[in-house]
């Protein structure tokens, strides 16, 4: 029941020129539907691995029996407080939930929708106004992504640098970088709560500093909880996805045609990009000895449910590692699953749609630049270093 | 066509929503309203669609009550409830 599998370490995690991550842990499939991998953290502990998208669906609902507090951040500062709401578990989630979900429900983007499209279109216009070809992570992907989330946070652009290397070394730096990067972050997000208790604008800490839960305001450790996932949240996953989906655009003429001809196809497509090219692996703790398919989990023990795994189950999805675009009936999982499903998930949807509208209207026919290489990785948030592309 | 909608499982998602605002409603948190759905004829593909892109399967086709709706109608066609 062991394998050597690991989503940091295999063959194809590291950072990887012309890499292809997905197709490499796609493999899993080959296996039994559970086996402990030793090694599948960043700090290099041992996980169960959920392989088939129906168990995942099981562990991700049953939040009696796996606890999603893990504490990942604050471990990395050797400290013990939960991301809210991710690494809380239900009831408690449930109450932190309904206040912060208005604020990002489907209703609420389809407000901020105009101003997300201006961003893109300024970046677009700036690029294609300088040159025929450019990188598109850091032209792009990245100034894109994190500013309409720092816009969020009522946040001002001219950090925005900053902010995506705090990120960089949190999610991708190692040891010493990556704890320094978790302390200028908890401090930015404590000076910020404070500064908004002072002088409240209408902005999102102001919200939180100002929220109340079973009718008392949040402790500071709550509001800390808050504003470090929310900004962590933000910081690469988005820009990611367009990178990864570009990359692929890129690639496959023919499905950009498609897309050029019929821009309706956009939102559908994004769905289908999204199932193939999933991000994020969730973990979840073990509460109590349980046998799961003939494994004997025990408590304490951590569980991987990989959304890249799930998202190419054969019993799943017909051809799993074939992308097709009007693929319909796509219950991919790249949000998650259950009470925990991704809170950002309405607004990280209509980013990624209106970056390929804006991108595939605005730029021709655009192919990967010849001498130059992506650079794929794996890990924690699967991703794309750099993606030049060339539209001469 | 109708929709059993399990309220207790949804979770959020919005997907019946994108597919088919008309038919699926949601609440200011973004979840779907409980109630069981009647879909119009004209807002069926939409509304399959929706239902079937539901990741937690909160979404229900009931085929069952279409088939009762044909029955009850040829009856009543026949004149009655005459079996
Ligand atoms: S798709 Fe499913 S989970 Fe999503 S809002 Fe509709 S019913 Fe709820």
Redesign the pocket.
């Known amino acids: 029941m062991v394998r050597d599998f690991s989503l940091f370490t295999s063959p194809g995690m590291g950072p990887t020129p012309d890499g292809d991550p997905h197709a490499a842990v796609a493999c899993a499939h080959d296996a039994l539907p559970i086996f402990y991998s030793p090694n599948n953290t960043r700090d290099g502990r041992g996980t169960w691995v959920i392989t088939r998208a129906k168990d995942q669906r099981r562990v991700l609902h049953d939040t009696a029996t796996f606890s999603s507090h893990r504490s990942i951040f604050a471990s990395a500062l050797g400290e013990n407080w939960p991301m809210i709401p991710l690494e809380l578990d239900p009831p408690a989630h449930g109450v932190f939930r309904s206040l912060l979900n208005p604020l990002l429900s489907p209703k609420r983007v389809m407000v901020l929708e105009p101003a997300i499209r201006e961003r893109a279109i300024v970046l677009i216009d700036g690029i294609s106004a300088a040159s025929t070809s450019c990188d598109v992570m850091k032209d792009f992907a990245f100034p894109f992504a994190v500013s309409i989330f720092l816009h969020f946070l009522g946040l001002p652009d001219e950090r925005l640098d900053t902010f995506v290397g705090w990120g960089k070394d949190l999610l991708h730096g190692e040891g010493v970088k990556r704890t320094a990067a978790a302390r200028t972050i908890v401090a930015f997000i404590d000076d910020l709560a404070a500064e908004r208790r002072k002088e409240p604008t209408d902005d999102f800490m102001t919200f939180v500093v100002e929220a109340k839960v079973d009718g008392r305001p949040l402790t500071d450790e709550e509001v800390r909880g808050i504003g470090v996932l929310v900004f962590v949240a933000g910081l690469d996953t988005v820009a990611t996805a367009i990178g990864f989906d570009l990359a692929y655009l890129a690639r496959n003429p023919k499905d950009q045609q498609l897309l050029r001809r019929e821009p309706d196809r956009i939102g559908l497509a994004a769905e289908e990009l999204l199932r193939a090219y999933s991000t994020v692996q969730m973990i979840r703790v073990a509460k109590k000895d349980i046998d799961f398919e003939g494994a004997p989990i025990r408590k304490g023990d951590y569980i991987s449910c990989a959304t890249m795994i799930a998202n190419r189950d054969p019993a799943e999805f017909e051809n799993p590692n074939t992308i097709d675009l009007a693929r319909e009936d796509n219950r991919h999982t790249a949000f998650a699953y259950g009470p925990h499903r991704c809170l950002g998930s309405h607004l990280a949807r209509r980013e990624i749609v209106i970056a390929l509208e804006e991108w595939l209207s605005r730029i021709p026919d655009f192919r990967i630049k010849e001498d130059t290489v992506p650079i794929t990785y794996g890990g924690h948030v699967f991703g794309i270093e750099n993606l030049i592309l060339d539209w001469s | 066509m109708r929709i059993i ?1 399990h309220r207790d ?9 994108a597919h088919a605002p008309d038919v ?1 409603k ?1 609440d200011d948190e ?3 309203l409980p109630g069981d759905i009647e879909v119009a004829e004209r807002d069926e593909l939409l509304a399959t669609r ?1 239902a079937r ?4 399967r ?2 229900e086709i009931d085929r069952a009550f279409d088939a009762l709706l044909d029955r009850f109608l040829f009856n009543q066609a026949c004149g009655g409830f005459n079996t």
């Not at chain 2, 499982?9 to 929503?17: D, I, M, V």
């Open positions: 909608v499982k949804c979770q959020g998602h919005a997907r019946c929503w699926f949601l973004g979840y779907i929706g892109s539901c990741p937690e909160a979404l």
